[in-house]
């Protein structure tokens, strides 16, 4: 999970109380809650978020996720939560790498991959739509 | 919070991990969710649920809810969450004690009101349309 | 719900995709996350945060929570979650306004009771902590 | 992620509404909570779950998540979890298979890896204490 996108954006999340179990740290899927706000904000960027999605006929489910815990994060914790843009040409991956906002420790990695489903017909692309592909490379041009 | 309905439903919840927070208690905030699986029991009895609701054209937003937490609960007990139905004529008011399953120990004391707001319109209902009247009153019969 | 603090505090939640549900509003429950990161923000700005609690020696839980949803936010919609201090001498009383950012439209009104427990004994406070009382009194100077 | 685990154990869950997401399927993050439940009964029937590894000076985080989403879920759809231990004796290696509990339709497939944290020094444990190792056995004896 350690490749560069050609492109990423660098979100901050600090973590609520509520996030936190009774270990102190913040419970394992709680990341996943961060790993979307960060994806929405690199999409944001891209100029494909999801309501850009679904005005375009697509939804795009999350069809695989992976999540590598190194170090615990606690409440209060500033966490940046960077995505970096791996693939988007048949279908979206998404790497990101959650670290210390302060002192840059790694803490975690993930990686999403999307796939575009029309909502007309509910039918899986094999490809991504057009719009998506020109989004990335007039965001990359 | 005390009135008594004209019918009610009891569900168990088992307190997962996740809903337990830093001070070994669940979180407040998790409580909202035991007593939208009582109300959603409650109502697939009264045999006027959010799916049947849907269809009937109408979604019943909540627009108040009260919680009085008294004991508090933790990871791996059973909650028994009984929901009262306490008036269903022009809105749907419903009121929540959930207690320890085993020794029947009050916890929490809780009460929801929604309307009806018709899928067409947007308009919020004054009086309950008469399909959630019929469900309660053939259910009461 | 409508008695303004003696000080408040301003924060900014921009609602996440995940806090959304099938009606395309956010669920009612999501509120109480809100709220609790307005709560910490104030309680920050007053000096007497949850992890300042800790190290005197109490925890507050929450014992009385209440909303009113009035309209509905929706996915990306940046919420100001403004929270008024009503009560610190006896119990610690906060009341909350959740309105849109941008328009200024009053959203959900809301307020929570909390009470101090001394970690060393369990044992509720009738009055609150002098820290307590000291951290509102030296903010308010 | 296909191994069938030296035991297993089912465990049913009803999709709230509140895990539903304006898709109108369960949000993806969601069912990282389902296995959670899953696991936990598997422990259960282990006869080493999160209080007994508590009480043997140990935690259990999980370094390791992955999730393959096949089928979507609905609000209402009562899901079977199985939950297969393929690895206990230096780490805990869980498969989970998420289906639909009366058609049999498989929906999701996830693993999870945790490992041993001494809470007495914090160090994580190359081989599982033999507590894990014991409990296993004896079950499979």
Chains 1, 2, 3, 4 share one sequence.
């Not at 990423?8 to 709680?30: A, K, L, Q, Y």
């Not at 209060?76 to 693939?87: H, S």
Request: hydrophobic share 45%.
């Amino acid at each position: 999970m350690r490749t560069r996108g050609v492109l990423h954006h660098d979100t901050e999340v600090t973590v609520p109380f509520f996030d936190v179990d009774s270990i102190n740290v913040v419970w394992h899927g709680h990341y996943v809650k961060y790993l979307e706000i960060a994806r929405c904000a690199l999409l944001d960027r891209i100029g494909y978020n999801y309501a850009q999605m679904k005005e375009s006929g697509y939804v795009w489910p999350v069809i695989d996720l992976q999540l590598r815990y190194v170090q615990a994060a606690s409440f209060g914790q500033t966490l940046r939560v960077r995505a970096d843009l791996i693939e988007w040409r048949n279908r979206l991956k998404i790497h990101y790498l959650v670290s210390d906002a302060n002192s840059g420790e790694r803490l975690t990695r993930a990686s999403t991959v999307q796939v575009a489903v029309n909502l007309a017909d509910g039918a899986m692309q094999l490809v991504s739509p057009q719009i998506m592909v020109d989004a990335v490379e007039k965001h990359l041009a």
